[in-house]
């Protein structure tokens, strides 16, 4: 009865943690605003192919903390600090 309890709890609250996690087009949809709102003089211009980019997002199987940072950035600066910096050269 405790191990069905124990793991009902840790069932619940893994598919809780992945609930929370945004679809890749929210993650675009929110990109696209936190963009067109940095680029205010460009008034209704599409800012690129969203199809493709929700494609392009799956593809690259971004980590669930990157979509929720990229879902949830309110500009660009904050974009910036959902992508991993790149290694120096050595």
Same mark, same amino acid.
């Not at 997002?57 to 660009?76: F, G, M, V």
């Given at each position: 009865?405790?191990? /069905?309890? !124990?793991?009902?709890? !840790?069932?619940?609250?893994?598919? %809780? %943690?992945?609930?929370? !996690?945004?679809?890749?087009? %929210?993650? !675009? *949809?929110?990109?696209?605003?936190?963009? %067109?709102? /940095?680029?205010?003089?460009?008034?209704?211009?599409?800012?690129?192919?969203? &199809?493709?980019?929700? /494609?392009?997002?799956?593809?690259?199987?971004?980590?669930? *903390?990157?979509?929720?940072?990229?879902?949830?950035? &309110?500009?660009?600066?904050?974009?910036?600090?959902?992508?991993?910096?790149?290694?120096?050269?050595?």
């Amino acid at each position: 009865m405790r191990f /069905a309890l !124990v793991a009902l709890l !840790v069932l619940s609250a893994c598919s %809780k %943690k992945a609930a929370d !996690v945004p679809s890749c087009e %929210k993650v !675009v *949809d929110n990109m696209l605003t936190v963009t %067109k709102s /940095a680029m205010p003089n460009h008034g209704d211009m599409e800012m690129g192919n969203k &199809k493709q980019m929700v /494609a392009e997002c799956e593809k690259r199987n971004l980590s669930d *903390d990157q979509k929720r940072c990229i879902a949830t950035a &309110k500009d660009l600066n904050g974009l910036a600090t959902c992508t991993p910096k790149p290694a120096a050269p050595q």
